[in-house]
């Protein structure tokens, strides 16, 4: 959303440009023959091209934001006993956005501390070779079918989990997340979570891998010459760089993970919302929508929707958010 | 505080190519010694050899001795983070911590260095290292704005605050002065002579009449053509240096017949 606003409002100041260059009255001969040279008209279709650019994002963006409220309205405007088998909306969507926030959370929790880690690894200690050849394999990650991590996850990892669960439970049990009786087949949100991690810790590790290695020499040399470890100097020069850009980073995988539909709906046997993480239970709206819409028809297709509205919004107000803890810091971003 | 360098029979390679050769050199502890030489002859990679910066690079290594008041910096066993430590270094470009304010950039090395420090000891240690950078009249009233603000030669003193925070035995500068306005320069070069009070300062230079204000001996570096190693032709007092030098090259070089 940001990313539009920006590139519209770098069009427009391109255009800007261009104007008051043609424009300015007491330019001699010289200055309009600079104005009038070939570069002029590149630099109009240029600005023309990038500003073409950013309106088609806010139209497509403005195109589904429409599509989503008109579809959702008969959902929202209907007597509530008619939607989800007489349960009504609010009562039908609130489960599963908590199912959805909990499991891009845990995947987030697990996710970031292991992507900083091997995106550091990959910037700064591994040697040149070995560097490259992760470098690689992280971007054949990226570029796994979420279907394949779904099929690992539900044949795989879902029965290799159940032991740890069952330990999980009998020794941490008291804890609400961690209660008993754990699924017999592992198919549950935790799961779940742990599959959406494995398939964002390759998005969150390539760019901030990018970001760590745009460091600037300066700073790490200064940070070196203060007698600085190579870890002192990451948490004195790199990571503060690179705040901005972690965010960034993960706020993709966080996109990526509430919007997850394929694994999820594979990986985790759906129900009511529970507490426990170690039974079967819980849903989240991608997987929802995508399990019922088949057979959707009607109101109950508009209910669909109105849910992919909901995650619509989630979406968008966590990047808001992640946008503001950027801007609070920019003062001391570097940028100026 | 202060202490002297010994350098005995230097080598610097980069992998296989033999970047700086065979530099003797004895640097007498509280002065002043600059560097001089045409671009590329080796003096910025010896002088990153004293405090052992140019191990940054992959593939850099040295042969011979660097001896800090008898201690060889390349001793085995001998922790570069630790040379660095007693060795300070300024930089071409003035590079504060972007994200850190005035006050935290001074204290970087310092919380290093010596772990936690009590509220008070940090206000005496950011105090009298901005007094001892000439920077403390022009921040003391915004010490928690971001160092960045502040105007290029501003920053290249707190950079030199933050170095001396760490209170080292020798502070290296790597031509602190090229990307500085004149009246800058001239702080920066009075910071200098105050510094040498105190310090033992090795700095690099283009600039031949700073070198010529600043210091109290020089040495010149040259090298023979492209590929071959850079080396010391001349060691001496600035004033036998710049008026009365013993080779033609060195003599070429500062009347400026050269290059």
């Known amino acids: 959303m940001t990313r539009t606003v920006h590139e519209t409002a770098r069009a427009t100041k391109g255009r800007d440009l261009t104007a008051t260059e043609t424009k300015t009255p007491e330019s001699p001969g010289r200055l309009r023959a600079l104005s009038s040279r070939q570069g002029a008209a590149g630099d109009k279709v240029f600005s023309g091209a990038a500003l073409a650019a950013g309106a088609i994002i806010l139209v497509v963006l403005v195109a589904v934001a429409v599509f989503l409220v008109v579809q959702a309205m008969p959902a929202l405007l209907a007597p509530q006993s008619q939607i989800a088998n007489g349960e009504g909306f609010w009562p039908y969507i609130f489960p599963l956005v908590v199912g959805t926030i909990i499991a891009a959370a845990i995947a987030l929790l697990i996710a970031t501390p292991i992507s900083i880690g091997v995106a550091l690894f990959i910037s700064h200690y591994a040697p040149r070779r070995l560097s490259q050849i992760l470098g690689y394999i992280i971007d054949l990650l990226a570029a796994i079918p979420s279907v394949i991590f779904g099929a690992w996850g539900i ?105 997850e539909t394929m694994a999820v709906a594979l990986v985790l046997s759906s129900g009511p919302l529970i507490a426990s993480l170690l039974q079967s239970g819980n849903q989240t709206i991608a997987a929802e929508i995508a399990l019922n819409f088949p057979e959707a028809s009607g109101l109950s297709l508009n209910t669909l929707i109105a849910a992919g509205l909901v995650l619509f919004i989630v979406t968008l107000a966590v990047n808001l958010l992640a946008r503001w803890v950027i801007s609070r810091h920019k003062e001391f971003s570097g940028a100026n | 505080m202060s202490k002297r360098i010994d350098v005995k029979d230097l080598n610097v390679y980069y992998g296989n190519f033999l970047a700086v050769e065979g530099v003797s050199i004895n640097i007498a502890a509280r002065s002043v010694t600059a560097f001089i030489g045409p671009s590329g002859c080796g003096k910025s990679t010896f002088l990153r050899t004293l405090n052992r910066m140019h191990e940054v690079l992959p593939g850099a290594r040295v042969e011979g001795q660097v001896l800090l008041d008898g201690d060889d910096l390349y001793g085995s066993g001998v922790d570069p983070v630790a040379v660095r430590s007693h060795v300070g270094m300024v930089f071409q470009r003035p590079n504060p911590f972007p994200t850190m304010s005035i006050r935290d950039n001074v204290l970087a090395g310092v919380k290093l260095n010596g772990g936690r420090l009590s509220k008070s000891d940090a206000q005496e240690v950011v105090e009298s290292s901005l007094k001892g950078a000439n920077l403390w009249n022009e921040v003391k009233d915004r010490l928690d704005k971001p160092g960045s603000g502040l105007s290029g030669g501003q920053q290249q003193r707190l950079c030199i605050a933050r170095a001396i ?95």
């Open chain 1, 155 to 259: 044949s795989f990892l879902a029965p290799a989990l159940v032991p740890g669960y069952t330990w999980l439970s009998s020794a941490l049990g008291w804890i609400p997340i961690f209660a008993g009786p754990p699924s017999a087949t592992g198919k549950t949100l935790l799961t779940a979570s742990i599959v959406l991690a494995v398939m964002v810790i390759p998005i969150i590790t390539s760019v901030c891998r990018e970001i760590f290695l745009q460091t600037p020499k300066l700073h790490e040399e200064a940070a070196l010459a203060l007698g600085a470890t190579r870890w002192e100097m990451i948490r004195m020069a790199v990571l503060p760089f690179a705040r901005p850009g972690i965010i960034s980073a993960v706020m993709l995988g966080l996109g990526r993970a509430l919007g």
């Open chain 2, 165 to 259: 925070a760490v209170k080292p035995d020798v502070i290296l500068m790597d031509e602190p002065c090229s990307a500085l306005d004149p009246i800058s320069t001239l702080a920066v070069e009075d910071l200098i002579n105050e510094l040498k009070e105190r310090y033992t300062v090795v700095i690099v230079t283009h600039n031949m009449q700073q070198a010529a204000r600043v210091s109290d001996k020089t040495a010149f570096f040259n090298i023979a053509g492209t590929g071959k190693p850079g080396k010391l032709i001349e060691y001496a007092d600035t004033t036998t240096i710049f008026n009365n030098p013993k080779e033609k090259a060195t003599e070429d070089y500062v009347s400026g017949r050269f290059g």
